[in-house]
Each structure stands twice: as C-alpha cells, then as structure tokens.
C-alpha cells in the first residue's frame, strides 16, 4: 500500500468518531450562509411576485454535497471494516487511532494485546486494506 493511502486512511479512521459533528458543521454552514450587506434599495426594490425557492435550492445542495457525502463513505467503510474485523484488532485500532490520548504505539499495543510487534502491525495492516477495499481505494 502507498505511504499516502496509508495516512488517508489513518486520518480517515482518527475521523471516525467525530464524523457526524463534521456532517452538523457542514451542514449549519450550507443552511447559514454569510451573504454581504445588499442594498436593495438600488434598481427599484423587490419583485413583488417572486416565488421563493431558497429552501428547495438549501435541501438539494445539502442532500449532493460532496464534503458530507465524502465523510458518510468514509464513515460507512471504517465502521464495517470495524465491524467485520476480530476483537484483538478492533482493540488495536481504537488504542492506535481512537483513543483521544493515543498514548500507545506499536509497542505498548503489543505489550497490552500480549501479542507480538508483528502481529500488530500484520493486523493493522490487514484492517488498513479492509478499509481501503470498503472505500475503493485497493
């Protein structure tokens, strides 16, 4: 696997839990939207028989945007992956990636698991490459 295939998905797995924040954020920045002052004193006012479509045109953009649909799949393919993957490997991804004070590293996750350096990496690397098949990255 490329080194850069290697850290998306590390990063895409550290975003994991925060997911569905990101999906808020984004979403509260399509729905309110900064728009500069206008006058709209200039040119005569308002039409007065404008139909307002802002709502339909805000649920359309929200339902095709590529930023939370990138972070869904992203969500989705990390969850199976997590979710077809065995015990000692959920417990060596969440001490690796999703623990909020990654305080071990391959080692201490070694010690920890009472399993070998290679052995952790092995099934890291195994987990790396569900994700990226879930995701279409292999």
């Known amino acids: 696997m490329k080194r850069s295939t290697f850290n998306y998905i590390a990063d895409m797995i550290r975003d994991y839990p925060s997911a569905e924040e990101y999906i808020r954020r984004r979403e509260q920045e399509l729905m309110y939207r900064y728009q500069e002052f206008k006058d709209e004193n200039v040119g005569g006012g308002r039409a007065e028989n404008k139909k307002d479509e802002g709502v339909a045109q805000m649920a359309?953009?929200?339902?095709?945007?590529?930023?939370?649909?990138?972070?869904?799949?992203?969500?989705?393919?990390?969850?199976?992956?997590?979710?077809?993957?065995?015990?000692?490997?959920?417990?060596?991804?969440?001490?690796?990636?999703?623990?909020?004070?990654?305080?071990?590293?391959?080692?201490?996750?070694?010690?920890?698991?009472?399993?070998?350096?290679?052995?952790?990496?092995?099934?890291?690397?195994?987990?790396?490459e569900l994700v990226a098949e879930e995701r279409g990255l292999a």
Do not use: C, P
Request: aromatic residues 8%.
């Open 60 to 128: 359309i953009t929200i339902a095709t945007d590529r930023r939370i649909e990138n972070i869904k799949r992203n969500q989705k393919a990390v969850g199976q992956a997590l979710k077809n993957s065995g015990e000692i490997t959920q417990d060596i991804i969440y001490e690796l990636y999703l623990r909020e004070n990654g305080i071990y590293n391959t080692e201490g996750v070694a010690q920890k698991a009472h399993i070998s350096v290679s052995q952790v990496r092995r099934k890291r690397n195994k987990f790396f």
